[in-house]
């Protein structure tokens, strides 16, 4: 048997966790396109690697522990078969006429949650709700308004015990994120780049945990993951244009350091206070580095740890087409210092010091850290586009 790489990733740490960054619905047509790009040969190792990551026969024995949802992977579901959902938002439409569009696309975006927790509910049943949870978003329009945040949170929990809700990292989040903490729900916050942000987010939690238990609520199904979105702290913020001011040429091995060093340190103030709340990876990168070698830092820098790697797509598939070009892992790479000459250099950044220092920010500024808003744009743009296609529908 060839192991896939996520699969050999995940013997570094039997504690680690491969979640799907995805749709379940989407995973059958994307398996079929993959293996029929498949490299002479390995076609059939390809399709035994799948099968165990996820078998719709057979949710129950996945290897997928879990799966993430946000507005553009939402979207990309919709568009995979628009006729079944034109007809779902024709039905909703039907069935309440007072709802207007924005109403209808609420009610078709439950049900895609619905759809897909219902798909892994085996697995969830099956581990004793240890895994095959399902995360569905809060609207990305709404990052800093507490009240709605609040009302849709309920309504994605109320889709399945399995399902986590995924709230941002802004202030108001944080404020949502212990509310539904102390109701027993779980919660993965994600538009989340920084320490500061990962320290609120664990304070938030353990506070939520205490009004839960003190109100005698039962926590046997609640779980709390803490979402790191890797490129995006380097790529979608203002580490080049701060070091462009400042005559700093940023290489982008030095970048994935600076991404190293901000995670690490996140971490590892987890573990080392027994925090109950994992740590979460996503928005990982195949590339090359300076020496011309094919890696993929996002997973390397951390074998044995016992985080959780959510994986789109598009990434499993970069992964499996240069699996022969990648070093093996190494198990104890967790534990290795990020480059203190890199680090030195970035400290040299405002926005680097903001997502790495422990005070780096105060919660009323998260939201207007420059990676938040470029991804909280991107997910609104996303949602706006599945508004406009429950819009045209409606319309005719």
């Keep these: 048997m060839t192991k896939n790489v996520l ?27 993959t293996l029929a790009a498949a490299p002479a040969g390995k076609r059939a190792e390809w399709e035994a690697q799948l099968a165990r990551f996820y078998d719709p026969a057979n949710p129950a024995q996945m290897g997928f522990r879990g799966v993430t949802t946000n507005p553009p992977l939402s979207l990309q579901a919709v568009q995979l078969d628009p006729q079944g959902w034109t007809q779902l938002v024709r039905d909703v439409a039907a069935s309440d006429r007072s709802l207007d569009v924005e109403g209808v696309y609420w009610k078709m975006y439950l049900e895609l949650v619905k759809r897909g927790a219902d798909a892994i509910r085996p697995l969830w049943e099956a581990s004793g709700y240890r895994y095959g949870m399902l995360s569905g978003q809060v609207d990305p329009r709404f990052v800093t308004d507490g009240e709605a945040m609040l009302e849709q949170g309920l309504s994605i929990a109320a889709m399945g015990d399995n399902v986590m809700v995924k709230l941002p990292g802004s202030k108001e989040g944080y404020e949502v994120l212990e509310e539904l903490t102390a109701r027993g729900i779980a919660t993965n916050n994600t538009t989340s780049f920084a320490v500061a942000q990962y320290q609120r987010c664990r304070a938030a939690v353990s506070a939520g945990l205490l009004r839960a238990e003190a109100a005698g609520v039962d926590l046997s199904k609640w779980r709390s993951v803490i979402t790191h979105m890797s490129s995006r702290l380097g790529e979608k913020g203002d580490w080049k244009t701060e070091a462009k001011l400042r005559g700093i040429e940023l290489t982008l091995d030095e970048i994935r350091d600076g991404e190293e060093a901000v995670l690490k340190r996140a971490y590892w103030q987890g573990k080392n206070t027994g925090h109950p709340s994992k740590m979460l990876q996503c928005s990982m990168r195949v590339e090359k580095d300076a020496a011309g070698n094919t890696v993929s830092r ?30 093996p892992f190494d198990p104890e790479a967790i534990a290795r210092e990020p480059n203190p000459a890199s680090v030195e250099k970035l400290m040299k950044l405002p926005s680097f010091r903001q997502a790495y220092e422990f005070e780096g920010m105060k919660p009323h500024e998260f939201a207007q850290f420059g990676s938040f808003q470029a991804t909280a744009t991107e997910f609104a743009t996303a949602t706006r586009a599945t508004v406009d296609f429950v819009r045209s529908v409606m319309e005719g």
């Excluded at 013997?11 to 619905?25: A, G, M, V």
């Excluded at 996002?298 to 070093?327: K, N, W």
Aim: hydrophobic share 35%; net charge negative; with cysteine.
């Design 298 to 327: 996002h997973i390397q820098d951390f074998a044995g740890s016992d985080m959780v790697y959510t994986c789109p797509p598009s990434y499993i598939r970069q992964l499996m087409e240069v699996e022969d070009e990648l070093a």
């Design 7 to 33: 699969e050999k990733l995940q013997d570094t740490n039997p504690d680690c966790e491969i979640w799907w960054d995805s749709s379940p619905l989407v995973f059958p047509s994307w398996q079929e396109e």
